[in-house]
């Protein structure tokens, strides 16, 4: 069976109260075309793990990017070691998000970016957990248990195992192997290894063959549908340099 | 009032901290400024995955910035023979396996080289802990960069932490727009001071006792 399809095609699999796992550290990496699909999609109480959350600085949405937090309200919980930014988290999303944590519909649980990782490549492992000698004794050690092995006190961290992750990649193959581009690769090869099923965006789809395998960073086993971003989307190949004038021009308006 | 260390001196200052062969990681905030005095030969990591990145791309020169070039403050960088590319959880494994001689920001530091980098308002409100508690418990050196004071005057190198804790005991050298302190098993030694000082001076901004170095000096550029 054919990996390619359309975006919303691949968010067919998608259920109410799900955990998805997507990658976010600015625009490059993180699957903004199929943020769009997800909210087209229309389920609610999710689970959502991020390494950032981070919302767009003002000038971006005007011009047609997702920003990542459009999903906060089909959300029931967010686990995250980073939700907004200095300055850049806006005061209305700042009071939408203590709203609905004061109110009890959205639960946020905070991590590390080192023990977010861990606890999905756990997951991908098929490990029971694992002892993190990080955060100990601070306010992510809060209600977990405590053990000191060696000497040396842990914290226990419970395995992460989405049910759906969301990722990009520069390229495909049609067999779904990955190659990545920089800094863009981020948590995307962990979260496809650790979700049930995953679904990657990507600038361009190629033929088996075409994609060197000493430099795939993710095999296709974990990647269970390739969605192309369309030429006409702000997001695709073809519109890579307009993305990036859009980038530019946000930010010397903004002066920084 | 004497004059303190501008951030760019107590960046220049820490960057000294810095030798050719290190690998080391900088944190956004004060100690990215140190990213533009790293010697040849050492090597800057961005936790979002890139060794040995070449010089941030200013605002000036747009043209050459790259979508996917992007350090963990979200500046742009541009390419440098010998870098390299990897995934978080690669990124992670070389900042909790000590190899990383890593600059933090912080609120506190306490006698015992406790780390404070969050306040208590930030913490309530919503995590923005990213990978600051995994650089502090994992650096194979840790150097903190802070004010000395804050700006009601009260002292950030305290005898205990008084806001939440990042990591124990991780810290190995503080420097502040005030002095170069080191934390050692018997206590924080006083180092260097600011240019104009005394240590009786600094001592007199600080809540931790310091105790002096044999060789204690005025901080050099």
Redesign the interface.
Known sequence: MSKICTAGEAMAIVDDGDMIAAHN?????SPGYLFRALVERGVKDLTLCI??LIPLPEGFVERGLTDPTILIPQLKKII?????A?GI?SSIS?TF??TLAKEGRLE?E??????L??R??AGAMGLGGIYS????????AKSKEKRTIDGVGYIFEKPLRPDVGLIKA?KADTLGNLV???????????IAMASKYTIVEVFDVVEPGELEPEMI?TPGVFVDRVVRIPDEDVYSGKR?PE??KI??EV??AR?? | MKDRLTEELLAMRAAQEIRPGDYCNVGVGLPQLCASHVPTGAIVQ?????LGYGPLVG?DN?DE????????G?SFFTTAPGMA?????TS?VM??SGRLKSFLGGLQVSEKGDLAIHSLSS?D??????????LA??AKRLIVLMTHNTKDGVSKVVKKLTL?????ACVDLIITDLAVIEVTSSGLMLKEYAPGWTPHEVQAQTDAQLILANNVKEIEF
């Open positions: 550290w600015g625009i490059s990496g390494p950032n995250s070691p980073f939700i907004g200095r988290l700042e998000l203590s946020i905070t991590s590390t970016h080192g023990i990782m861990e999905l490549y000698p990080v955060g100990v004794g601070t306010i992510i520069d990545y581009r920089g800094s863009a690769r981020g948590a995307n090869p962990v960073v890579r993305l990036m980038l530019t930010m010397l002066g920084g | 961005a936790e979002n995955g890139t605002l747009v910035m790259d979508l996917d070039f992007i350090d963990a979200g590319f990897f995934d978080i959880l992670f900042i909790r913490v409100k919503f995590p923005q802990i990213g990978g600051s508690m995994d418990w994992g939440p804790v990042s990591a124990r």
